[in-house]
């Protein structure tokens, strides 16, 4: 059992940067998969970025490379994700999904593997 809670976002201007960070309360931290998703109203739930646990392996949207970095600090249960270069595009909400796994290599890009979510958190990119 693991709750999330995301941080960081709001108003940026376009080409700006913003830091969204995702505090795990639970046991075990480094036994789970770390994903970043996004959804603008009336569109899909979408990855953003994914990382296994240990940190090494990572996955971003081909929207998004480049531009976000995806990290992870298990002696602190934080994930992270560095937003630079901003985009009206990226306006969504943002979520913090985790997903119990065996393999310390995987990363988890569906967003149905995903057992445990966070609210979301409000990132809104001004032209």
């Known amino acids: 059992q693991v709750q999330l809670v995301e941080s960081g976002g709001g108003l940026v201007q376009a080409g700006g940067s913003l830091r969204l960070s995702c505090a795990a309360s639970g046991r075990t931290f480094s036994n789970y998969a770390m994903g970043w998703f996004r959804q603008a109203p009336g569109k899909e739930r979408e990855l953003v970025a994914a990382i296994n646990r240990s940190g090494g392996n990572i996955l971003y949207a081909d929207s998004v490379k480049g531009r976000f970095t995806i990290s992870r600090d298990n002696a602190k249960n934080m994930v992270y994700l560095q937003m630079n270069s901003l985009k009206p595009e990226d306006t969504a909400v943002y979520f913090c999904?985790?997903?119990?796994?065996?393999?310390?290599?995987?990363?988890?890009?569906?967003?149905?593997?995903?057992?445990?979510w966070g609210q979301g958190t409000q990132v809104t990119v001004s032209s």
């Open positions: 999904a985790a997903d119990r796994v065996a393999s310390n290599i995987v990363v988890v890009t569906t967003p149905y593997e995903y057992d445990y």
